[in-house]
Protein backbone atom coordinates (compact mmCIF):
# COMPACT_ATOMS: atom_id res chain seq x y z
CA UNK A 1 0.00 0.00 0.00
CA UNK A 2 1.16 3.28 -1.24
CA UNK A 3 1.41 6.65 1.34
CA UNK A 4 -1.61 7.73 -1.25
CA UNK A 5 -3.61 5.01 -1.21
CA UNK A 6 -3.06 5.06 2.62
CA UNK A 7 -4.17 8.82 2.98
CA UNK A 8 -7.36 8.30 1.44
CA UNK A 9 -8.36 5.67 3.71
CA UNK A 10 -9.86 6.90 7.56
CA UNK A 11 -6.89 7.31 10.06
CA UNK A 12 -8.27 4.17 11.84
CA UNK A 13 -8.10 2.01 8.53
CA UNK A 14 -4.84 2.85 7.62
CA UNK A 15 -3.58 2.08 10.44
CA UNK A 16 -4.94 -1.37 10.21
CA UNK A 17 -3.42 -1.82 7.13
CA UNK A 18 0.15 -0.52 7.40
CA UNK A 19 1.33 -3.36 9.53
CA UNK A 20 0.72 -5.33 6.48
CA UNK A 21 1.83 -3.47 3.99
CA UNK A 22 5.51 -2.88 6.29
CA UNK A 23 5.75 -6.71 6.26
CA UNK A 24 5.64 -6.86 2.99
CA UNK A 25 7.87 -4.46 2.32
CA UNK A 26 10.38 -5.76 4.78
CA UNK A 27 9.92 -9.11 2.91
CA UNK A 28 11.13 -7.27 -0.50
CA UNK A 29 13.85 -5.47 0.46
CA UNK A 30 15.23 -8.83 2.62
CA UNK A 31 14.69 -10.59 -1.42
CA UNK A 32 16.87 -7.30 -2.41
CA UNK A 33 19.62 -8.03 -0.15
CA UNK A 34 19.98 -11.19 -0.58
CA UNK A 35 20.30 -10.40 -4.61
CA UNK A 36 22.56 -7.76 -3.86
CA UNK A 37 24.69 -10.26 -1.45
CA UNK A 38 25.21 -12.22 -5.06
CA UNK A 39 29.26 -11.94 -6.08
CA UNK A 40 30.16 -11.67 -9.58
CA UNK A 41 30.54 -15.33 -10.99
CA UNK A 42 28.51 -16.34 -8.92
CA UNK A 43 24.39 -17.47 -9.12
CA UNK A 44 21.76 -17.96 -7.66
CA UNK A 45 18.16 -19.83 -7.84
CA UNK A 46 14.60 -17.71 -7.37
CA UNK A 47 13.85 -20.09 -4.93
CA UNK A 48 17.41 -20.03 -3.10
CA UNK A 49 16.91 -16.76 -2.90
CA UNK A 50 13.78 -16.58 -1.72
CA UNK A 51 14.80 -19.00 1.09
CA UNK A 52 17.84 -16.47 2.33
CA UNK A 53 15.60 -14.06 2.28
CA UNK A 54 12.83 -15.79 4.83
CA UNK A 55 10.68 -15.94 2.62
CA UNK A 56 10.22 -19.87 1.88
CA UNK A 57 7.97 -20.60 -1.13
CA UNK A 58 8.46 -17.49 -2.11
CA UNK A 59 9.75 -17.54 -5.85
CA UNK A 60 7.46 -16.14 -8.22
CA UNK A 61 7.72 -13.36 -5.64
CA UNK A 62 11.43 -12.83 -6.39
CA UNK A 63 10.85 -12.98 -9.98
CA UNK A 64 8.10 -9.88 -9.75
CA UNK A 65 10.96 -8.25 -7.38
CA UNK A 66 13.72 -8.74 -9.87
CA UNK A 67 11.20 -7.14 -12.76
CA UNK A 68 10.50 -3.82 -10.63
CA UNK A 69 13.77 -2.89 -8.83
CA UNK A 70 16.24 -1.69 -11.23
CA UNK A 71 19.66 -2.09 -10.60
CA UNK A 72 19.62 -5.68 -9.39
CA UNK A 73 22.01 -7.99 -10.91
CA UNK A 74 19.18 -10.28 -12.41
CA UNK A 75 21.08 -12.22 -14.73
CA UNK A 76 22.49 -13.86 -11.53
CA UNK A 77 19.38 -15.58 -10.87
CA UNK A 78 18.15 -18.57 -12.33
CA UNK A 79 15.72 -21.65 -12.66
CA UNK A 80 15.97 -24.34 -10.13
CA UNK A 81 18.91 -26.45 -11.24
CA UNK A 82 20.90 -23.90 -13.45
CA UNK A 83 18.14 -23.07 -15.77
CA UNK A 84 17.82 -19.67 -17.40
CA UNK A 85 14.07 -19.28 -17.59
CA UNK A 86 14.16 -16.13 -19.79
CA UNK A 87 13.19 -16.48 -23.58
CA UNK A 88 14.20 -15.03 -26.57
CA UNK A 89 16.73 -11.91 -26.01
CA UNK A 90 16.21 -11.62 -22.89
CA UNK A 91 17.76 -15.11 -22.22
CA UNK A 92 20.37 -14.51 -25.14
CA UNK A 93 21.64 -11.45 -22.98
CA UNK A 94 21.38 -13.33 -19.21
CA UNK A 95 23.82 -15.81 -20.92
CA UNK A 96 26.29 -13.33 -22.57
CA UNK A 97 26.11 -11.78 -19.17
CA UNK A 98 26.78 -14.90 -17.16
CA UNK A 99 29.90 -15.83 -19.61
CA UNK A 100 31.71 -12.37 -19.16
CA UNK A 101 31.52 -13.27 -15.30
CA UNK A 102 33.60 -16.56 -16.49
CA UNK A 103 30.50 -19.05 -15.19
CA UNK A 104 30.08 -21.97 -17.49
CA UNK A 105 27.63 -24.02 -19.26
CA UNK A 106 26.99 -27.57 -19.03
CA UNK A 107 24.88 -27.29 -22.13
CA UNK A 108 21.94 -25.19 -21.67
CA UNK A 109 22.21 -24.64 -17.87
CA UNK A 110 24.77 -23.21 -15.29
CA UNK A 111 27.17 -25.41 -14.18
CA UNK A 112 25.84 -24.92 -10.64
CA UNK A 113 28.52 -26.79 -8.48
CA UNK A 114 30.72 -24.81 -9.73
CA UNK A 115 28.69 -21.30 -9.56
CA UNK A 116 26.36 -21.67 -6.99
CA UNK A 117 26.34 -19.11 -3.94
CA UNK A 118 25.73 -20.35 -0.92
CA UNK A 119 24.20 -17.82 1.12
CA UNK A 120 25.45 -18.16 4.81
CA UNK A 121 23.35 -20.53 7.51
CA UNK A 122 21.06 -18.17 9.32
CA UNK A 123 22.54 -15.19 7.31
CA UNK A 124 18.09 -14.22 7.16
CA UNK A 125 17.44 -14.63 11.16
CA UNK A 126 20.71 -13.03 12.18
CA UNK A 127 20.54 -9.94 9.30
CA UNK A 128 23.90 -11.08 7.83
CA UNK A 129 23.04 -10.99 4.29
CA UNK A 130 25.57 -8.57 2.65
CA UNK A 131 25.42 -5.43 -0.13
Same mark, same amino acid.
Given at each position: ????QR???SPKK ?6 I??A ?10 ? $? ?7 V ?20 R $???Q ?8 V ?11 E ?12 Q ?20 A??A????H
Amino acid at each position: MTAIQRKSLSPKKAAAKRPIADAAEAKRLRVVRA $IRSLPAGKVSTYGAVARAAGWPGAARQVVR $ILRQVPGLPWHRVLGAGGAIKLTGESGAEQRFRLRMEQVTFRGARVNMKLHEFRFPAGARAAGRLHH
